[in-house]
């Protein structure tokens, strides 16, 4: 069964400092990885998908690694500001899913104060 | 609409009720699919339609939890006699393929379930 662990639970760092989330995960058979915001009482919002044959994406002060063979990926936040101050996830899709099914580790609740 | 909307937005429920949770996908957007989150948590696989098909309902934790989707639109996911381990979030997402390309899920902002 595949398994994804976020590593820390829970960060909080100063406005303005650069902070790196981690996850990891058993199965490297993925087709590809996400990481998700998700802020309280709403939904998901993608920030990044890293496809398998990919090692990194970025999207304005957000980048995220993939190394699949040690089964770990990391999300760089550069600058932080108290805006990102969210729970992140990360998620993969297994390659013997036919359908897209995700599987998600628990989050970062992460917190950036002024 | 512009994205997926779930309804209602929170329920409370005592316990031993039935309650009924909606998702309306985006429109045209074949699959279909319910996770729940518990409180500190990751979202977990419930089940997934393709269209009217429910393809996949392994994540149903217990025969007390049953979706439909019965025109390939709105989905219905509803849970009989619910107990106070069935409190949690229940997220919606809709893809507008079907199949193991690329195919970004859109979150619905999810129905916050508390059983007393």
């Known amino acids: 069964k595949q398994e994804v662990t976020q590593i820390p639970a829970a960060l909080s760092v100063p406005e303005g400092e650069n902070l790196v989330l981690n996850c990891s995960f058993t199965?490297?058979?993925?087709?590809?990885l996400q990481w998700f915001r998700q802020d309280p009482g709403k939904g998901l919002t993608s920030l990044l998908l890293i496809q398998s044959s990919q090692r990194e994406q970025t999207s304005g002060r957000l980048n995220a690694s993939l190394d699949k063979s040690s089964g770990r990926s990391t999300l760089y936040i550069a600058a932080s500001q108290p805006g990102d101050s969210a729970t992140y996830l990360c998620a993969v899709r297994l390659v013997r899913t036919s359908y897209g099914k995700l599987t998600f580790g628990q989050g970062t609740i992460l917190t950036v104060h002024p | 609409g512009a994205g997926v909307s779930q309804s209602p937005r929170y329920k409370v429920a005592k316990r031993g009720q039935d309650v009924a949770l909606r998702c309306d996908p985006i429109?045209?957007?074949?699959?279909l699919f319910w996770y729940q989150q518990a409180l500190g948590q990751g979202p977990e696989f419930l089940t997934y339609f393709q269209n009217e098909a429910q393809l996949d309902k392994s994540g149903l934790p217990s025969d007390r939890f049953f979706a439909e989707r019965p025109e390939g639109s709105v989905s219905t996911l509803k849970i009989q006699r619910t107990q106070q381990e069935d409190s949690a979030v229940y997220l919606c997402a809709s893809s507008s393929l079907a199949g193991i390309a690329y195919n970004e899920q859109f979150f619905g902002p999810g129905t916050r379930l508390t059983v007393l």
């Open positions: 429109s045209g957007h074949v699959s």
């Open positions: 199965d490297s058979a993925i087709y590809n």
